[in-house]
Nanobody, 121 residues
Framework: QLQFVESGGGLVQPGGSLRLSCAVSGFTLDYYAIGWFRQAPGKEREGVSCISSGGSTYYADSVKGRFTISRDNAKNTRYLQMNSLKPEDTAVYYC???????????????WGQGTQVTVSS
């Protein structure tokens, strides 16, 4: 049975850091791209970052230089390190999976349940 476990969200002050984790059971991530998305209240879902099965990484302009996506195949887990957080980063963050390459938009096959990130003083 396929299952995502997202963790690492929480409340942080502006300028702070968080690391989100996306642990998957039910299939190996070795052959999947993992994307991170976020959705703030009243806003459309936004793609944040993606890492392909080959390790290629992509970032939205709004997070370049602040967020880093990484992987640990031994733990079947992908991470999103978020530094220099801003209030506008506040959202529910989701991870999603699709075979091999990072797709355009949100054309992923599997989605996690989301974790809340709140950036506030």
């Amino acid at each position: 049975q396929l299952q995502f476990v997202e963790s690492g969200g929480g409340l942080v002050q502006p300028g702070g850091s968080l690391r989100l984790s996306c642990a998957v059971s039910g299939f190996t991530l070795d052959y999947y791209a993992i994307g991170w998305f976020r959705q703030a209240p009243g806003k459309e879902r936004e793609g944040v970052s993606c890492i392909s099965s080959g390790g290629s990484t992509y970032y939205a302009d709004s997070v370049k230089g602040r967020f880093t996506i990484s992987r640990d195949n031994a733990k079947n887990t992908r991470y999103l390190q978020m530094n220099s957080l801003k209030p506008e980063d506040t959202a529910v963050y989701y991870c999603a999976a699709k075979g091999f390459s990072c797709p355009k938009g949100d054309e992923y096959d599997y989605w996690g349940q989301g974790t809340q990130v709140t950036v506030s003083s």
